[in-house]
C-alpha cells in the first residue's frame, strides 16, 4: 500500500513522459518540419479570416460571426497542443509536469465542447437565413449572436471544469509514459491503477449528452433547409443556398466524426497509434482546413481578401 502511494504522489511530482508522433515516425525530423508548416498555415489563415470579417463591413453578419468565432478557437486549438511538441522534439524533451498537463486538457476539452455547440448555432444561423430570410435581421442581430457566442463557450467550459479535475485527481501509479502527443482524457485515464470504469461511463454520457444537443439542432435545422430549398424556383438561389451549408456541413462531418471516434467507440476499437492519427487529423489539420473550406469557396471572403491586398475593381480600374 505505501509503494502505490509513493508511486502515485512521485508520478504528481515528477509530471508524465509524452511517446508523442516523432517517435513512432522513421523521419522525425521531416514530420517536424511539415508540422512546423502547418502550424504556420493554420495560424497565418485563420488569423487573417479573422481580420478580414473585423474590418470589411460586409462581412458583418452573424454567419461570419460565428465563423470568426471557429477561427479563433482553431488558433487556441492548435496553439494549445503543437508548439509545445515542436520544442520538445526540437530540444529532445518530452515531459510534462502534473500541472501543465492540467491546463493543456483544460483548454483542449473546452475547446473541444464549445466548437460542439459554435457548429450548432452557425446551423441555426443558416436555418434563419434561408428559411425566415425577411426576418434574418431581427431573429439575428448582434446582441443574440453574442448570447449565443457566451452561451457556446460557457457550455465548453463546463466540460472542461468537469473532466479535468476529475482525471487528473485518480491515482497514476502505471507508467508515467502517456501515449499521446498531448495530454487528452483517454490517454491520461490509461494510467491509472484504479477502477475507472464508473468514470467513463459517465464521461460516455456527457460526450453522448454533449454531442446529442448540437447534432439534433444541426440535423434539424438542415431538415427544414432542405425542405425550404426544394420549394425554391430559382436554380440559382438553390446553388447559393447549397454553397453556404456544404462549407458548414464539411466542418461538422469532419470534427464530429473525429469526436465519436476518440470519446464515444469503445476501447476495443482503440489503439495508442490509431488515437494518435485520428487527433492529428482533427487537432492539427482541422484548423488548416476551416479557413480554406470557408475563404475559398466564399465569393465575399475572397472579395474582402483581393480589396485588402489593393487587387480589387477599384484598383484595377486605375491602372487601366
Not at 456544404?246 to 490509431?274: D, Q, R
Amino acid at each position: 500500500m505505501e509503494n502505490v502511494n509513493w508511486e502515485t504522489n512521485h508520478s504528481g511530482q515528477s509530471g508524465f513522459i509524452l511517446v508523442g508522433i516523432f517517435s513512432q515516425s522513421k523521419h522525425p525530423t521531416l514530420l517536424c518540419v511539415v508540422i512546423f508548416i502547418v502550424l504556420l498555415m493554420a495560424l497565418i489563415g485563420n488569423t487573417v479570416l479573422i481580420f478580414l470579417i473585423h474590418s470589411d463591413t460586409h462581412l458583418h453578419t452573424a454567419m461570419y460571426f460565428f465563423i470568426s468565432q471557429l477561427s479563433l478557437m482553431d488558433v487556441m486549438y492548435i496553439s494549445v497542443t503543437v508548439p509545445k511538441m515542436l520544442i520538445d522534439q526540437a530540444m529532445g524533451v518530452n515531459k510534462i509536469s502534473a500541472p501543465e498537463c492540467a491546463v493543456q486538457m483544460f483548454l483542449y476539452v473546452t475547446l473541444a465542447g464549445s466548437e460542439f455547440f459554435f457548429l450548432a448555432a452557425m446551423a441555426y444561423d443558416r436555418y434563419v437565413a434561408i428559411c425566415h430570410p425577411l426576418r434574418y435581421s431581427v431573429l439575428m442581430n448582434h446582441r443574440v449572436c453574442l448570447l449565443l457566442a457566451s452561451g457556446c463557450w460557457f457550455l465548453g467550459s463546463v466540460d472542461g471544469f468537469m473532466l479535468t479535475p476529475i482525471t487528473m485527481t485518480f491515482p497514476f501509479c502505471r507508467s508515467r509514459e502517456i501515449h499521446h502527443f498531448f495530454c487528452e482524457v483517454p490517454a491520461v485515464m490509461k494510467l491509472s491503477c484504479s477502477d475507472t470504469s464508473l468514470y467513463e461511463t459517465l464521461m460516455y454520457l456527457c460526450c453522448v449528452l454533449m454531442l446529442l444537443i448540437p447534432v439534433t439542432v444541426i440535423s434539424s435545422s438542415y431538415f427544414f433547409i432542405l425542405l425550404t430549398i426544394h420549394r425554391m424556383n430559382s436554380a440559382e438561389v438553390r446553388k447559393k443556398a447549397f454553397a453556404t451549408c456544404s462549407s458548414h456541413m464539411t466542418v461538422v462531418i469532419l470534427f464530429y466524426g473525429a469526436a465519436v471516434y476518440t470519446y464515444m467507440l469503445p476501447n476495443s476499437y482503440h489503439t495508442p497509434e490509431k488515437d494518435m492519427v485520428v487527433s492529428v487529423f482533427y487537432t492539427i489539420l482541422t484548423p488548416v482546413l476551416n479557413p480554406l473550406i470557408y475563404s475559398f469557396r466564399n465569393k465575399d471572403v475572397m472579395g474582402a481578401l483581393k480589396k485588402m491586398l489593393n487587387v480589387g475593381p477599384v484598383h484595377q480600374e486605375t491602372i487601366k
